[in-house]
Structures are given as structure tokens and as C-alpha cells.
């Protein structure tokens, strides 16, 4: 399992490729950090890392889920 900072880092890295991929604007660039959790989903722990960025078009709060070895899961603006 990693830890708190590595789930940072690897969310920074997964907003980066969102980004080149299209997925989400620019702006996101200059998001940030807010917070790393874990939570429990379906009986399994996952990292949920928020970020904000007052400047985004689709959203201001962007989750990142990350599997607990930080593989990505999904990325959404709703926290769910």
C-alpha cells in the first residue's frame, strides 16, 4: 500500500495525462492540492485525492481514485 504523499504524486502525474488526453482543460495545470484519503468502497479501501482550481470549466474540485498500490481507477468532478 502507498502512502499519503506518493497518492499525491501520483494523482499530480494522472492529472497530467487527463490533460494531454483532453479529458479535462489546462487550467488544471495550476490545480490544487487539497487532500488524500482513504476510503472504504464496496469493502475495499481506495485513495480519493481532491484537488481545486477555481478556474476549471466543467468543475472546481477534481477526484482522482487510486487503487491502494496507486493505480489509477477513475477521475471525476463529483466525489463519487
Do not use: C, P
Request: charged residues 35%; glycine residues 8%; proline residues 0%.
Amino acid at each position: 500500500m502507498i502512502e499519503h504523499a506518493e497518492a499525491k504524486k501520483n494523482a499530480e502525474g494522472k492529472i497530467r495525462v487527463l490533460i494531454f488526453q483532453e479529458k479535462i482543460d489546462k487550467s488544471w495545470k495550476k490545480a490544487v492540492f487539497d487532500k488524500a484519503e482513504l476510503i472504504g468502497v464496496k469493502g475495499k479501501k481506495e485513495w480519493k485525492v481532491t484537488f481545486i482550481n477555481e478556474q476549471g470549466v466543467k468543475g472546481k474540485k477534481l477526484y482522482i481514485f487510486l487503487k491502494q498500490d496507486g493505480a489509477f481507477i477513475a477521475a471525476n468532478f463529483t466525489g463519487k
